[in-house]
């Protein structure tokens, strides 16, 4: 099993930053892509960067050269973050984390909540 715990939500004003992370732990063997969605109420949940474990990233056009996606590693552990700058109240959101493993099977988080005012 593999679990997944994101951190880093919250309100921000318009223009402003926040970065989210995601502890990603237990059988973590076979992962391969990483990546963040977003859930706006009312819509689909939509795609906004993933990354794979050779470091390629892709972008949602909405988020590209505002939202950074990375991950890192430590002893049993991953971790994926996103930092968000120059905020719009459009990128507000619920936020998820997604791994997929073997690829086949995948994981989400229980999702951050992302709120910019303006």
């Known amino acids: 099993q593999v679990q997944l715990v994101e951190s880093g939500g919250g309100l921000v004003q318009a223009g402003g930053s926040l970065r989210l992370s995601c502890a990603v732990s237990?059988?973590?063997?076979?992962?391969?892509?990483m990546g963040w969605y977003r859930q706006a109420e009312g819509k689909q949940r939509e795609l906004v960067a993933t990354?794979?474990?050779?470091?390629?990233?892709?972008?949602a056009d909405s988020v590209k050269d505002r939202f950074t996606i990375a991950r890192d590693n430590a002893k049993n552990t991953l971790y994926l973050h996103l930092q968000m700058n120059s905020l719009k109240p459009e990128d507000t959101a619920v936020y998820y984390c997604?791994?997929?493993?073997?690829?086949?099977?995948?994981?989400w988080g229980q999702g951050t909540r992302v709120t910019v005012s303006s």
């Open positions: 997604r791994v997929v493993k073997s690829l086949k099977y995948d994981y």
């Open positions: 237990g059988n973590i063997f076979g992962i391969t892509g």
């Open positions: 990354i794979t474990d050779g470091a390629s990233t892709n972008y």
